[in-house]
């Protein structure tokens, strides 16, 4: 007989814990669906499953759909580049908001996609809630793994999608739409959105940098903490923390999601000081061209949207005088945006 190696032992360990993810998995869906059928109570045991399945759906869904000016704004640019008689691709059912949006706009016939199993079968319901499933096909799968022909009827006229962040990349736009653009649209086809911008400014702020970076604790030095902070952008609100912008805001970076490159990449910056301070790093925002002139902003004035505003820090604060230029290298890479000091140009002392 065979001795067991220790990759044996590895192999196994593994396989059962897929096997433990898949069960659950199966069981999550299971109980949604009975949370779905009406009349049909939760049984006591379905309540574990469900409270997996909950946790597979991110918060920030509820507060998502309730952002009036996100909805708005993508219903009225659908209703203005929707061509006649166009099959639409959705990119990221959630819970079918803009299939359904496309459906009333008219399109002959829509295929939306969904990663998460949970909000496919949410979707599904939905959409035959609002008597559209003749018209809107839900497929639970990535965007990666659509098969024209056999998920989708044909290359879809227009693609749509709303995979963004607070920081534009962290929701994957930049992989999804590069292989939505070449395997899944249409010679000519369009894309909503159609581009966006990034803007930022140097953020002096003590209070967002001490999320993410810690010394010392009552009396006692916790910072190896800080080998597991956050690499890349995460959110803030920023007008509810004690901040001070050393600069304007400036165009860091624009993708243009129709024609550009969607690959990880980096570009140099080189931003105005206006006040003396220590620069902790970048508050960053987009400017999202829909199509049809709609633009929408998740900008720090902008207190309505659900979108906050994202925190790219810097591995060390920079101090910085008023005049002062800051050259600084912005980079996106697996869809997370960091930022880096390459130098600081004075008028006053030069280089430094
Ligand atoms: C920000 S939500 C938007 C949902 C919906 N489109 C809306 O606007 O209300 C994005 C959704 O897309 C899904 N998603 C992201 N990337 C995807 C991809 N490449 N393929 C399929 N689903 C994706 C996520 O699971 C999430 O449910």
Request: charged share 20%; aromatic share 4%.
């Amino acid at each position: 007989m065979p001795s067991t190696t220790q990759d044996d032992v590895s192999t196994s360990l593994l396989l059962a814990s897929v096997q433990a993810t898949l069960d659950s998995a199966q069981e999550s869906m299971d109980a949604v669906r009975a949370m779905l059928s009406p009349g049909r109570g939760i049984v006591g045991s379905e309540e574990a499953a469900l409270s997996a399945a909950i946790r597979t759906v991110p918060r920030w869904h509820f507060a998502m759909l309730n952002d009036l000016e996100r909805n708005d704004a993508f219903e009225v640019a659908i209703e203005r580049v929707l061509p006649p008689g166009a099959h639409v691709l959705d990119i990221g059912a959630g819970t079918g908001l803009l299939s359904m949006m496309v459906a009333r706009a008219g399109a002959a016939s829509v295929t939306t996609c969904e990663q998460n199993p949970m909000l496919a079968e949410i979707t599904r319901q939905i959409v035959a809630q609002h008597g559209l499933s003749d018209v809107i096909n839900v497929v639970s799968k990535r965007s990666t793994d659509l098969v024209v022909g056999v998920d989708l009827p044909r290359r879809a006229d227009l693609i749509v999608s709303e995979i963004v962040d607070c920081g534009l990349i962290g929701e994957g736009v930049l992989p999804t739409v590069e292989h939505a653009r070449e395997h899944l649209l249409a010679p000519g086809g369009l894309l909503l959105p159609e581009s966006a911008r990034l803007y930022g400014a140097l953020l002096d702020s003590v209070a967002v940098d001490r999320l993410n970076r810690v010394d010392y604790a009552a009396g006692f030095d916790v910072s190896l903490l800080n080998g597991l902070s956050t690499r890349g952008h995460f959110p803030v609100r920023l007008p509810t923390w004690p901040h001070t912008l050393l600069s304007p805001e400036v165009e860091l970076y624009s993708f243009d999601f129709a024609a550009g490159p969607m690959a990880d990449g980096s570009a140099e910056v080189d931003i105005p000081v206006t006040e003396t301070g220590e620069a902790h790093g970048l508050a960053v925002w987009f400017d999202l061209s829909l199509g049809g002139g709609v633009r929408l902003r998740n900008s720090p004035d902008n207190l309505a949207s659900h979108w906050m505003q994202a925190f790219v820090p810097f591995a060390e604060p920079v101090a910085l005088t008023k005049g002062d230029r800051a050259h600084l290298r912005l980079a996106w890479q697996d869809c997370r945006l960091s930022a880096s000091k390459i130098s600081i140009s004075t008028t006053m002392k030069g280089q430094k």
